[in-house]
Structure formats: structure tokens, C-alpha cells
Nanobody
Framework: VQLQASGGGLVQPGGSLRLSCAAS????????MGWYRQAPGKQRELVAT???????HYAGSVKGRFTISRDNAKDTMYLKMNNLQPEDTAVYYC??????????WGQGTQVTVSS
């Protein structure tokens, strides 16, 4: 499975961005798709996940501000981020877990929230 993340950029506090992650390859075997982020000097952390049945899970810090979704017809996952804050600044990575248990990572896209 190959993953291509896009949509990052520079935004002011309170602004919005939408990240996309396009999957290719053995997409029929994808079980869970998710977004993670890593800020400078910090460990990578979970942002949100969505299962193949549409069940979602969010980190407490983004709940109510971020929305994860997936378009199975396009093999693409999205992360709509509203009311962005400086603490959301990080490299955002997409991840997929197959039904076999194997997982794959995208290359990351930078999100910077600054005035």
C-alpha cells in the first residue's frame, strides 16, 4: 500500500485546513485509516482513526475541532481541521492498518499554525 498525504500549510490561529491521504495498491485490505502528528521534540501521537465500517476515534485534544472521514470509492481519507491553534503545529502523517495486521505510513505533511 502506498500513501500520499497532502493539504498541509501555514494558517492563522482559528483557521481551517483539510488534509487528504490517497491510498493505492492493496486498498481492498485496509481495515483502519488514521492520522498521527509529530511536533518538534515530541513523540508521534494519535490524532484520529476511522475503521472500514466508519467508526471514528479522536484524541481528546482535537475532539470537536477535527473531523476524520474516508471515501472508499476514491480510496482517500480526509482530516478537516477547524479552529486550529499553535499547539496543532506538527507534521501530520497518515497511516493504514490492513486486515492482516500490517501497517503503512505516508510521507507526512507540515501544518503550521501561526500569526
Amino acid at each position: 500500500v502506498q500513501l500520499q498525504a497532502s493539504g498541509g500549510g501555514l494558517v492563522q490561529p482559528g483557521g481551517s485546513l483539510r488534509l487528504s491521504c490517497a491510498a493505492s495498491g492493496s486498498v481492498f485490505s485496509i481495515s483502519v485509516m488514521g492520522w498521527y502528528r509529530q511536533a518538534p521534540g515530541k513523540q508521534r501521537e494519535l490524532v484520529a482513526t476511522i475503521t472500514d465500517s466508519g467508526t471514528t476515534h479522536y484524541a481528546g485534544s482535537v475532539k470537536g475541532r477535527f473531523t476524520i472521514s474516508r471515501d472508499n470509492a476514491k480510496d482517500t481519507m480526509y482530516l478537516k481541521m477547524n479552529n486550529l491553534q499553535p499547539e496543532d503545529t506538527a507534521v501530520y502523517y497518515c497511516n493504514v492498518v490492513l486486515h492482516t495486521g500490517s501497517d503503512y505510513w505516508g510521507q507526512g505533511t507540515q501544518v503550521t499554525v501561526s500569526s
